[in-house]
């Protein structure tokens, strides 16, 4: 697909990986719709790609409400044109021990509340948003693609019952929507990334990244920009769906 003109749309877009693919791919000169709860702080990420040539729409939305996913893909597509790109990048972490003991007395447990924020945002709004372009992309016969953007972690992370299951679960529905979407021509596929340079992962002390560098075969963390190439590519392959990229130095969980 030449991403020129289209219309691509990227959740969590204000930092991290969904501004570094917004960034890549308004180079194209494309029309992104970047959603974000805080819209506020997106403002450098829209001036970066409007400095590309592309043009920007953003929208506030909790990807987790059914009927904010409608109305921010509507208003995005009223406002830009028929949607050719979805990446549902929106996610977070709550991490813990499934139960935790020490000296063989209980200590605590992940809560409900920190098992259901993840599924609803890194799971169900997945799912809304996924559901929602492919209907826009149905409708007006734009033969899309659609990126959802799991995690090395879905092979399974100590510590992380929540955000591994969501992370699977992602990668799983585009193997699913690839293969229910492929007679609309549209394309599904997943990014998995590792450690990957962002804020939050640059904020920890340097003797944790140390660590964790070393953990990595490649013997570094990776840059944003490395998942926004994947996203690109995923465009550009016309042939290429239903599968899942991982960028994670060849480490393994």
């Not at 939305?61 to 929106?90: F, M, R």
């Not at 813990?96 to 169900?124: A, C, P, Y």
């Not at 799983?172 to 998995?192: C, D, H, Q, T």
Request: aromatic share 6%; charged share 20%; glycine share 10%.
């Amino acid at each position: 697909m030449d991403i020129a003109n289209k219309t691509i749309i990227i959740t969590g877009a204000a930092r991290g990986l969904g501004a570094a693919m917004a960034k890549r791919l308004a180079a194209h000169k494309c029309k992104l719709g970047l959603i974000d709860l805080d819209k506020e702080s997106i403002a450098a990420t829209v001036e970066a790609c409007e400095s590309q040539g592309a043009e920007v729409m953003t929208y506030s939305a909790n990807v987790t409400k059914e009927e904010e996913v409608g109305e921010a893909y509507t208003a995005i597509v009223s406002q830009l044109g028929p949607l050719h790109g979805s990446i549902n990048n929106a996610g977070m972490t709550r991490d813990g021990l499934l139960v935790k003991f020490k000296d063989g007395e209980f200590v605590k447990r992940m809560s409900l509340e920190d098992w259901q924020s993840v599924i609803d945002l890194n799971l169900t709004g997945v799912f809304l948003c996924g559901r929602e372009a492919a209907q826009l992309m149905i409708e007006s016969q734009s033969k899309g693609v659609i990126i959802n953007i799991s995690s090395v972690a879905r092979h399974g992370n100590f510590g992380q019952t929540n955000y591994s299951a969501t992370k699977a679960g992602v990668q799983s529905m585009a193997v699913v929507w690839a293969k229910e979407l492929s007679k609309y021509g549209i394309r599904v596929n997943s990014i998995a990334p590792g450690f990957i340079n962002t804020e939050m992962v640059a904020s920890m002390p340097e003797n944790v990244l140390e660590g964790l560098a070393k953990m990595i075969p490649l013997g570094r963390i990776g840059e944003p920009d490395e998942v926004a190439k994947a996203a690109e590519f995923i465009f550009e392959n016309d042939y290429y769906s239903g599968r899942c990229i991982d960028l994670d130095g060849a480490q393994r969980l």
